[in-house]
T-cell receptor
């Protein structure tokens, strides 16, 4: 079974600054995906960024980037130039890669990020 | 294109009743998954359907069930509701073979 740990329940950052959200996971799988999802007050889970475990290069999406350390089983999210709209709950999630099929997501407990004006 | 649509947005039910929640996936998505979100337990996987077949099931009692129709729309049913079933129920859809899911805005179920 997989576990995903987000040890920081809350973080706060000043607008325009950079913040890093931490995530660690545990698995015996060798092929998997890692995700960061954002859940604003509207409740909809929005995919922020995705990392394939077989890729050594860290994924980036505009102001969002990850630091993926496979050996350490660490997957942190860096948000640059923080904006007020980044205020939300952020979830780290793990999904094993199964040939020809999707699989279930295992989520961490989430972290509440507040961006201060 | 339209996203994942869940109805209703809010629901209040009494203990012992049953409830049916609906999810319409993104057009072309054949995989639909359901998750329960509570403050105490976080996000927990309920089940996944593909082509009208349940492929994967989480650790929930038999009171929780679901189905998928030929147009990929899915419903989940909870019978004999308990207070602890109060939660946000999220539906997510995905193309087969692609990673990641697109989520709906959820149904907020309150059991009184």
């Amino acid at each position: 079974a997989q576990t995903v740990t987000q040890s920081q329940p809350e973080m706060s950052v000043q607008e325009a600054e950079t913040v890093t959200l931490s995530c660690t996971y545990d698995t015996s799988e060798s092929n998997y995906y890692l995700f960061w999802y954002k859940q604003p007050p509207s409740r909809q889970m929005i995919l922020v960024i995705r990392q394939e475990a077989y890729k050594q290069q860290n994924a980036t999406e505009n102001r969002f980037s990850v630091n993926f350390q496979k050996a350490a089983k660490s997957f942190s999210l860096k948000i640059s130039d923080s904006q007020l709209g980044d205020t939300a709950m952020y979830f780290c999630a793990f999904m094993p890669l199964l040939t020809g099929a999707n699989s279930k997501l295992t989520f961490g407990k989430g972290i509440t990020l507040s961006v201060r004006p | 294109k339209a996203g994942v649509t869940q109805t209703p947005r809010y629901l209040i039910k009494t203990r012992g009743q049953q409830v049916t929640l609906s999810c319409s996936p993104i057009s072309g998505h054949r995989s639909v998954s359901w998750y329960q979100q509570t403050p105490g337990q976080g996000l927990q996987f309920l089940f996944e359907y593909f082509s009208e077949t349940q492929r994967n099931k989480g650790n929930f009692p038999g009171r929780f069930s679901g189905r998928q129709f030929s147009n990929s729309r899915s419903e989940m049913n909870v019978s004999t509701l308990e207070l602890g079933d109060s939660a946000l129920y999220l539906c997510a859809s995905s193309l087969v073979g692609l990673s990641g899911y697109t989520f709906g805005s959820g149904t907020r179920l309150t059991v009184v």
